[in-house]
């Protein structure tokens, strides 16, 4: 099959980057023709004064990109097109080039930008749903988008214009990364059998190494304020068992967050900063067990997939995908979201139980060969692939488990 793979990646690398190299890689091994159109947002920098216009309309509709994937396709002839993420360099115009040709398309939806111009539904330290319940207006009024009501407006154009070509064919198929996310998606509006699940994967796996001293808690991802501060919380309440955190990723700010530990005396907790991949994993092997404090609902955070790769636990928020992918008391432990007390409560025990998160950790790296493995994860791609190409549309009309059912007899 020849397949042309979209994807706009972002100026700090993040999992969307990693999952489209992921795939591009997956589909490569098993003997596909691949093309990239590839875009980067370092591109922004070449936008400034009143160029910062042209920008914002490029985003709401690019008659730029339209043409190179016009012909790309003239000059190609794939058999379909896998769109990752088109924010902001490509937008939605590639849509409207593909249905003109009749390439069939499958976008992976990522985040929740589709209707929600911060892309993650969260607000002010909450869950938000107002620009799904109300309007996207909501979100240009409170200035979700970097803090700014302006740059929030140019998305919010862009989703305007991308909705309204909602109901044609532009997109045959969707990935929805949860169970979770599906439902949110199909509540705020998407056809219900175009979208299907397919999570992410971890590629190539890391093993269990069995010979690791397990001596501290470990956090990996973006250092953003709101969950550091959470676990910097939680600390303070279990200072007086310094627990060792190690804390992994990058941000503006970490320097800050640095402080702030030092502020509170939380000796026991370190910052290495962003480090890479195996680095990261590495780090991840040597961990009791993982902290993933996430305020928002999240999609498939790539790190859980990553620490049960690894056969370790994870203690997670009760909330969105995440108390989805990991089940409480069996692959990690919830904590009541956003709860300082609670949170620490999860890691007093855990810490205490050393044997307990072993046989977690066990059933975690169980859960990553049954879920989250390459070779798992190739069939129900090229399922999704077979539907949107018209040849497995039966399938859209299955109930979610019997679709679950239909998909795990495939990868046998």
């Not at 911060?118 to 803090?147: M, N, P």
């Not at 399922?383 to 497995?392: D, H, M, N, T, V």
Request: glycine share 8%; charged share 25%; with cysteine.
């Amino acid at each position: 099959m020849k397949i042309l793979i979209v994807h706009n990646s972002y100026q700090q690398p993040g999992g969307e980057d990693v999952v489209f190299e992921q795939e591009r890689r997956l589909l490569k091994r098993a003997g596909h023709n691949v093309i990239t159109y590839h875009r980067s947002n370092w591109e922004v920098r070449a936008y400034s004064g009143l160029s910062q216009v042209q920008l914002a309309l490029r985003t709401i509709w690019s008659t730029e990109t339209r043409n190179e994937i016009s012909q790309l396709l003239k000059h190609e002839k794939p058999d379909l097109v896998h769109v990752h993420n088109t924010f902001v360099m490509i937008s939605p115009s590639i849509f409207a080039a593909c249905r003109q040709v009749g390439v069939p398309v499958v976008q992976t939806l990522h985040n929740y930008r589709l209707y929600c111009p911060a892309a993650t539904l969260f607000r002010d330290g909450h869950t938000c749903e107002d620009c799904v319940e109300r309007s996207l207006w909501q979100g240009v009024a409170h200035g979700c988008y970097r803090d700014s009501r302006m740059a929030t407006a140019g998305v919010a154009l862009m989703l305007v214009v991308r909705r309204q070509r909602q109901t044609t064919q532009d997109v045959d198929c969707y990935i929805a990364l949860s169970g979770f996310a599906r439902s949110k998606f199909v509540e705020a509006g998407l056809p219900e059998d175009k979208v299907l699940v397919k999570p992410n994967f971890v590629h190539p796996d890391p093993g269990i190494n069995g010979n690791s001293e397990r001596n501290y808690v470990l956090f990996v991802g973006r250092i953003s304020g709101g969950r550091i501060r959470l676990m910097l919380a939680a600390w303070a309440r279990l200072n007086k068992l310094r627990i060792p955190l190690v804390i992994i990723g990058g941000g503006p700010e970490l320097p800050q967050l640095e402080k702030e530990a030092s502020r509170r005396g939380l000796t026991e907790v370190r910052f290495l900063g962003q480090l890479p991949r195996d680095q990261t994993l590495a780090a991840m092997h040597r961990a009791r067990f993982l902290v993933f404090p996430s305020e928002w609902y999240e999609n498939f955070p790539l790190t859980i997939a990553e620490s049960f790769a690894c056969g370790v636990p994870v203690i997670c928020s009760r909330l969105g995908a995440m108390q989805e992918i990991v089940e409480d008391g069996r692959t990690g432990l919830h904590f009541t979201t956003s709860d300082a007390a609670d949170l620490a409560s999860r890691v007093e025990w855990a810490w205490n139980h050393p044997e307990g998160m072993e046989v977690m950790g066990k059933e975690a790296r169980r859960e990553y060969e049954d879920k989250y493995t390459a070779e798992k994860n190739y069939p129900m791609l090229m399922e999704i692939y077979q539907c949107a190409l018209g040849k497995g549309r039966q399938l859209f009309q299955m109930s979610p488990g019997s679709l679950t059912e239909a998909v795990s007899k495939h990868m046998v």
